[in-house]
């Protein structure tokens, strides 16, 4: 069985920092394209994040742009995003997903359990 593992997550207060990590079991990151996602209760899913197969190539939601960094450990098969300055606006839960290097989409319709993050003072 093939498996996507985010963990991370927590509650914490506005202007701290947490880190995400993205794994799997049954397949490997190495070779794909990996998008960060949320959800907000009541909201649609949206991409946040994203990072080229080779790492070379970021992009970030203009909400996130300056406080998330993107970054891939092939070595470990796991991705990160290191949320600083965090907002309660970030409040969701996160999901991670191997998505198309050319169109940033997810490639299979398969998620994770995500990891919440709770941003409130």
């Known amino acids: 069985q093939s498996h996507i593992v985010e963990s991370g997550g927590g509650l914490v207060q506005p202007g701290r920092s947490l880190k995400l990590s993205c794994t799997t079991s049954?397949?490997?990151?190495?070779?794909?394209?990996v998008g960060w996602f949320r959800q907000a209760p009541g909201k649609e899913r949206e991409r946040v994040s994203f990072?080229?197969?080779?790492?070379?190539?970021?992009d970030y939601a203009d909400s996130v742009k300056g406080r998330f960094t993107i970054s891939r450990d092939k070595s470990r098969n796991t991705v990160i995003l290191q949320m600083n300055n965090l907002k309660s606006e970030d409040t969701a839960v996160y999901y991670c997903?191997?998505?198309?290097?050319?169109?940033?989409?997810?490639?299979?319709?398969?998620w994770g359990q995500g990891t919440q993050v709770t941003v409130s003072s």
């Open positions: 997903a191997p998505v198309s290097e050319a169109t940033m989409r997810p490639l299979f319709n398969y």
């Open positions: 049954g397949f490997t990151l190495d070779m794909y394209a």
């Open positions: 990072i080229s197969g080779s790492g070379g190539t970021t």
